[in-house]
């Protein structure tokens, strides 16, 4: 709904809880609940609710008089006080994961962040230096492994965790172990480095695949479909994640809840890509930045009726698509960006929409 960016910002809870709730009421005995009316927000009854609620939640916020119990929304718990940049990437959310070279220095700073507040941060593992009040340097150890990095605003007693994945390295091999990766293009697309061979993988055990990555995703949603033992090896990127949380939180806003989204395919290999037909490598997937993906709330496998009209097409994807191209607003930074694409149905698979953040905007 509205106000969840506006409750992220932590400093006018009381007035937004007693907006929300407002809203809420106003919205639900309107014309029915949030979930049975995707398009609520756009309502032109909500709208004159919303502006009611804003004035009365006002008043009472300004005679002091009474505190509303606040209102949990999905928002409130995955969004933090304040923001993380991690290698560059801002991400607001609680918990959120970085992919270094063993040894390589991942910079974590604080975004957005309440000047008054005093921050300290520390690691499970390898060499954390502060430099300066609100950054530091993490250096990776020397293996393979997965560690925590938790920074901590004291004033507010809040805390922002990064799953700090520290990459198997790959250097163009065939395969990783037994898992087979196939091979790069050599070249980069048009010189791009985006298209640069990964410089490692993350390793994907029994242990570790229900590994948290961002408050709805697990690792393992984001691995290839391609069978074998454990462990397998894959990359991602924590920009994707970022993307897919803000598409979580736009189809909040729009009534549409879910608790993660459906990964039809994360990360290919492009030994993978070429047996499903795909002739060259230069596929977002293989390197890590592109998931396919549809809302399946019931768990059959296939996109949910997300418009709720009697019919799963098209038009559900594209209600997906558009949220995402609310994600990008005016100034984001360019690892926010990329290709979008709404896929129809076919023998194999329902409706889906490509997203990445190959860093410029493709569609097609
Ligand atoms: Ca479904
Ligand atoms: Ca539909
Ligand atoms: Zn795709």
């Not at 924590?238 to 729009?254: I, S």
Request: charge should be neutral.
């Amino acid at each position: 709904m509205l106000l969840d960016m506006s409750m992220s910002k932590g400093d006018r809870g009381i007035l937004a809880a007693l907006f929300a709730i407002t809203l809420l009421t106003s919205c639900s005995s309107g014309h029915s609940a949030r979930r049975s009316d995707p398009i609520c927000d756009a309502s032109p009854m909500c709208t004159a609710a919303t502006a009611a609620a804003e004035a009365s939640a006002a008043d009472v916020a300004a005679n002091d008089a009474y505190e509303a119990p606040r209102v949990v929304t999905q928002s409130d718990k995955t969004r933090a006080k304040f923001a993380l940049r991690i290698a560059g990437v801002e991400s607001p959310y609680r918990i959120m994961s970085a992919f270094v070279l063993p040894g390589q220095t991942l910079a974590v700073e604080t975004a957005d962040a309440d000047a008054k507040s005093s921050f300290a941060a520390n690691a499970s593992a390898g060499s954390l230096a502060r430099t300066g009040p609100h950054s530091w340097h993490w250096t990776a150890p020397s293996r393979p492994g997965s560690h925590r990095i938790r920074v901590t605003d004291k004033t507010a007693g809040e805390s922002v965790e990064v799953r700090a994945f520290v990459l198997q390295p790959y250097a163009g091999e065939d395969s990783m172990g037994s898992y087979r990766i196939g091979r790069y293009e050599r070249e980069p697309l048009k010189g791009n480095p985006a298209y640069l061979p990964p410089r490692g993988f993350v390793q994907v055990t029994a242990e570790n695949v229900d590994a948290q990555v961002s408050p709805h995703f697990k690792l393992g949603q984001f691995l290839c479909k391609q069978q074998g033992p454990f462990p397998k090896y894959l990359a991602l990127q924590t920009a994707l994640l970022v993307k897919l949380e803000r598409l979580l939180e736009e189809m909040e806003r729009k009534g549409i809840k879910a608790d993660t989204l459906h990964v039809m395919s994360g990360y290919r290999t492009p030994h993978y890509n070429s047996t499903i037909g795909n002739e060259t490598s230069y596929s977002r997937h293989a390197y890590g930045d592109a998931a396919d993906v549809f809302v399946d709330n019931d768990g059959d496998g296939n996109m949910d009726d997300i418009n709720r009209d009697g019919r799963i097409d098209n038009a559900d994807a594209k209600i997906l698509y558009e949220l995402v191209e609310t994600v990008l607003e005016p100034g984001s930074p360019s690892h926010m960006h990329g290709g979008l694409a709404v896929y129809k149905a076919n023998a194999a698979h329902g409706p889906f929409v490509h997203v990445d953040t190959r860093g410029s905007k493709a569609r097609w």
